[in-house]
Each structure stands twice: as C-alpha cells, then as structure tokens.
C-alpha cells in the first residue's frame, strides 16, 4: 500500500503526506523537483506518470492541475484518484472517468459537502452553504489562481438562471470563535452546490467571503472587470488564518465547521478519505458524502482542532 501525493511538497501536499505518515500509511512525495520528491515524476509526461503509478495504490492529486487524462490513467489501471481541485467543469468530467475516483476532497467542496448532506438529512428543503476564508494564509498558487480564474465567468443557478460569481451577496451567523467582521458573502462556483441540487431535488447554493472586507469587495468588483485581473495582488489583503465553513437549512438550523489553515484543513479532509478508500474500495466516480458523513469528521483524531456546531 502506497499513496502517491502528486505535488507532495506543495502548500497541501506537504501536510498530507506528514499526515498519511502519521497514521502508519506509507506516503510518497511526488513532482518533478528531485530535491524535495520522493518520486520524481513529470505529469505532462505520460511515460513518466507510468512508470510512478507502477507502485501505486491511491493517487491523490494536489498539484493543482486539472488534467482528466490524468485522472483516467490512474482509475483505468484500478488506482483510486483522489481530486483535490473545486472547479466545477473538471469535477463534472471527473463524474464520467471509468474507474474509481473521489470526487470533492477538501474543504469546499468535501466538507461543505458534508455538512450540507448532514443538514438535508433533517431538513429536506433548500440550503445555503457558506465557506469563509482567511486571506491571512499563504494559500499557494494554485488556490489564488483557482480564486482569479472565477471572475467575469457565469454559473446556472438552481432556478435556471445565470449567476456571475462574487455577486449576489448574503450575510450568514458565525460562530465567535472565527472573529470575522460581519458583512455578507457573495455566490461562487464551487462544484458540489451543483451536485446536491440535482441528488436532493432542491437548490443548494454557495457564497464565499474572505476575512477581509476589502478583498471581498475586491472580489466583487473585478468580476465586473475581469481584465484587469493582471493588477490584483498575488496576495489578498487579510490578517487571520481561520476559515469557516457552514450548511444553513430552510428552516434557519446551522451546521458549521472551524478551524486555522486551509490548506492544513484540506489536507486533513484528503488523509480521512484516503482512510476510507482504504477501508471500503470502490470501483466508480464516488463523490466525498457516498464513503463519508459528517460525524465521521467530527469524531476522528486527525481533525481534532476543528470546532463544529449544530444549532
């Protein structure tokens, strides 16, 4: 047994390879920087990807990179793929790979997910899901891109309608221990708003706000303007660490998550899924709430500094 951390010292990776090391299971660094991989490897280069995945038994993919012929190389030879990526059009791709993938590992979409599940599991009505960054962390490259790559673009809506991201703004509760600001958050096109709607047959919609009000509002402005992406910061203006992610029901209930990094957080949601692949093997395309539930989250030692609530 051996899993393959592709980008495994990166700003996640790093984190989950400690962590399958912790739990006694065997981790492989993986990337193309000799000094800091394990196991070089080059994923342009099909013989290279081939020749790592010889010793593989998961693949988790943490380079930021979404390539489905990837995902299909490793799920075609029976090797879980694990995806840590949020872009909707590469999760959707990822739902028709022949083979078995996870799909929504992370924090948003994998924990929003869960929490959302948890709260139609008692309230089957509509739902709103909030992740709330703190743009104090270093998030790597590859989040700031993913954040960028989302102004000016266009998502349907559970009604059928167009939703420009980082419009549309609502405020949501948080617990005091965030210690955000209040001011509301804004919708984004985080991939698993849509696959709860279509499984649950009721709207499922996610908003995002930054711990700071300005680049929230920066946020906001430039996906009026998309062209002047070059001018914003590789660095969002913001102080704090904390994230927090939410599931608020119809009927006003509240399931929320919180904790300190993101990275950190995605990292521990990827190493309990690995668990869990480990444990119940599958076959297909699995989204993250078919092998886990929320309390399996909440009661593992792996996310012990994570506070969640129910209210």
């Keep these: 047994m051996t899993v393959l951390v592709l980008g495994g010292y990166g700003t996640v990776g790093a984190h989950l390879v400690r962590l399958l090391r912790a739990e006694g299971i065997p981790a492989q660094a993986a990337g193309r920087d000799a000094s800091r991989a394990d196991r070089v490897v080059d994923i342009r280069d099909s013989a ?4 790592a995945l010889a010793a593989a038994s998961i693949v988790v993919n943490c380079v930021g990179a979404e390539d489905v012929q990837l995902a299909q190389a490793c799920a075609g030879r029976g090797i879980p793929f694990l995806d840590i990526s949020a872009t909707s059009e590469y999760v959707r791709s990822l739902e028709n790979v022949e083979g078995p993938a996870v799909l929504g590992v992370g924090l948003a979409p994998g924990l929003t997910t869960l929490l959302a599940v948890d709260a139609l599991a008692h309230h089957r009505g509509p739902v709103d ?23 000016g673009q266009r998502f349907p809506d559970a009604d059928g309608s167009s939703i420009r991201n980082f419009t549309g703004r609502q405020s949501f509760p948080l617990p005091e221990e965030v210690a955000y600001r209040p001011f509301p958050a804004v919708r984004a096109d985080f991939a698993d708003q849509h696959r709860l709607t279509r499984e649950f047959g009721v709207p499922v919609r996610t908003y995002l706000r930054l711990d700071s009000r300005l680049a929230t509002l920066g ?71 078919q092998l886990l539930e929320l309390d399996d989250i909440c009661h593992d030692a792996l996310a012990a500094d994570f506070r969640f609530h129910r209210s």
């Design 129 to 151: 899901i909030m992740i709330g960054l703190g743009s104090g962390e270093s998030h790597g490259p590859a989040a700031t891109a993913w954040t960028y790559r989302l102004l």
């Design 48 to 51: 290279s990807v081939d020749a």
């Design 219 to 289: 946020l906001s402005a430039l996906t009026w303007a998309p062209a002047l992406q070059p001018l914003a910061p590789a660095h969002m203006p913001g102080s704090s660490d904390r994230w927090v992610a939410l599931a608020r029901s119809a009927d006003g209930s509240i399931r929320s998550a919180t904790g300190r990094g993101q990275s950190l957080a995605t990292a521990v949601v990827a190493a309990i899924t690995v668990r869990a692949v480990i444990r119940t093997p599958i076959t297909a395309p699995t989204w993250i709430h």
